[in-house]
């Protein structure tokens, strides 16, 4: 596709449930950024993967979130025993490489803890 | 700690009207900044960029920028608005460590028809 895309567009989840969530990248780039848009908190930055790689997971909140990418391609953002406090949008974003190039956001992931 | 602030959390402007929003960063080294519009129901999207050289930008839909290295500052202007700019705008540098985005807490901008 053109895009970033993402899935699912909504999840919403019982607390303690574990949920995937999906990112496609642009073809082609390869970096990829995980971030996470929640009231009062902005934007805020959990992972980059740089192809398959991600060398630092130390933006992650806590230790339920993890997140892999295969084939340089696709990424996954696993939360386990989710808490409300996890509500929020999950963005994607992918450049072509990483640092200072553009990255194009994908719609994002808008989960719901009940 | 490296930093981008957003002045404004909600701007109300009648259309025609004039904009800017204010952007300041904290962090060294080299700058890379970006203005995003996030319109209602849809994705973060680039309005414009500054990597290097002319200190003033232009970007789509009629904004543009300036870079003011002595200010810290990237301020978003626009000569006059419609409603269609009715949206969130986001303030963001590359000054993460793994060159991701450090994004300012946006600015809700109304325009009134």
């Known amino acids: 596709g053109a895009g970033v895309s993402q899935s699912p567009s909504n999840k919403v989840t019982e607390k303690g449930k574990d949920v995937e969530l999906r990112c496609d990248p642009i073809s082609g780039h390869t970096a990829l950024y995980w971030y996470r848009q929640s009231l009062g908190q902005g934007l805020e930055f959990l992972i980059y993967?740089?192809?398959?790689?991600?060398?630092?997971k130390s933006g992650l909140p806590s230790d339920r979130f993890s997140a892999e990418r295969t084939g340089g391609s696709v990424s996954t953002l696993t939360i386990q025993r989710t808490q409300q406090e996890d509500s929020a949008v999950y963005l994607c974003?992918?450049?072509?490489?990483?640092?200072?190039?553009?990255?194009?956001f994908g719609p994002g992931t808008r989960l719901l803890v009940l | 700690a490296q930093s981008v602030s957003q002045h404004n959390h909600h701007v109300i402007l009648s259309e025609a009207a004039s904009l800017e929003l204010g952007c300041n960063y904290s962090y060294g080294g080299t700058v890379n900044l970006f203005w995003y519009v996030q319109y209602p129901g849809q994705h973060l999207q680039l309005l414009l960029k500054?990597?290097?050289?002319?200190?003033l930008v232009k970007g789509i839909k009629g904004f543009e920028a300036e870079f003011i290295k002595s200010k810290f500052s990237f301020n978003l202007r626009k000569p006059s608005v419609q409603w269609s700019d009715t949206a969130e705008y986001f303030c963001a540098g590359t000054g993460g460590s793994q060159g991701n985005l450090i994004f300012g807490k946006g600015t809700k901008l109304s325009v009134k028809p």
């Open positions: 974003a992918s450049s072509l490489t990483p640092g200072a190039e553009t990255q194009y």
């Open positions: 993967f740089q192809g398959n790689s991600a060398p630092d």
């Open positions: 500054y990597f290097s050289g002319d200190p």
